[in-house]
């Protein structure tokens, strides 16, 4: 089987917040305590990243959007932009220029799926806005990232998504051989994971924030510092990792700044 009959992967880094550890892990030894009431806080890299992946049937899709050029005037009317600063990107991160990267226009992409709508994962959507392209996001996120008044609530911007054509899913669902978008809520209403059956490199899964990093997977799972239903987060966690078990499969965390340096990453160094 050569290349052009398989699917090629490409995961693109697309700049680094940074935040306090507490945000992405609920971690005892990083909490103050009667003994020792001033804690020292862990200030660390929190990397993002989009999938690219062509497909041999021809499509083309995309996981997530990354972070915004403008995230200090958006981000700015939530107050988030002081605790999770993009702070660390170069010019060639930002996922307009991994598209000319790629030699790609926006309107070249098949789909866009969506892990969930909040302003590190959904605020470059609008470059799809009337492209054609296929955006798919959970049920229960589109129902919930429009059930509040006002510009934002927490982490989800209404205007990075108002105005689009959102399609959705309300089950595990395989969009094209070998590419299933797998329900994943806890995060948020209907955090989605990314599997990917590759013919050399095995199953990956793009766990988005269903796992911010290796640490909250386990086991025992520990719960990240941002779940919109505890329950629901744990439930999610060992589905992913029943998929791990029975697949093999690679799991990709979603903000893990060791994980993306070991990884393949950029235009041209694609999984197979």
Known sequence: MSDSDKIKLTVL????????????????????????????????????????????????LIWDSGVPRDWEDRWGPTALDTFFPVDTVTEDMWLDSRLEQLNLEPGDIDYLLLSHLHM?????????QDTGTKIIVDEEEKKGAFSFDGYNQGAHIKSDYDGLTLDTINEDTEILPGITLL???????????????????????????SLYLKESYGPPAI??????????????VEKIRAIEEQKN????????????????????NYYT
């Open 120 to 128: 590190d994962h959904a605020a470059n959507a609008k470059l799809w």
């Open 249 to 268: 499969a690679t799991i990709v965390f979603g903000h893990s700044a060791d994980q993306i340096r070991e990884l393949k990453t950029g235009p041209g």
């Open 13 to 60: 880094p697309t700049g680094t917040m940074h935040a306090d550890l507490t945000w992405l892990l609920i971690d005892p030894a990083n909490m103050a305590t009667r003994s020792e009431p001033v804690k020292q806080k862990d200030w660390v890299e929190v990397p993002t990243h989009v999938v690219y992946i062509e497909h041999p049937s021809g499509k083309k």
């Open 183 to 209: 329900r994943t809520p806890g995060h948020t209403w209907g955090t989605m994971s990314l599997q990917v059956d590759l013919a050399d490199a095995g199953t990956f899964v793009f766990a988005s924030d």
């Open 223 to 236: 719960a990240a510092g941002i779940v919109y239903d505890t329950v629901a987060w744990f439930r999610s």
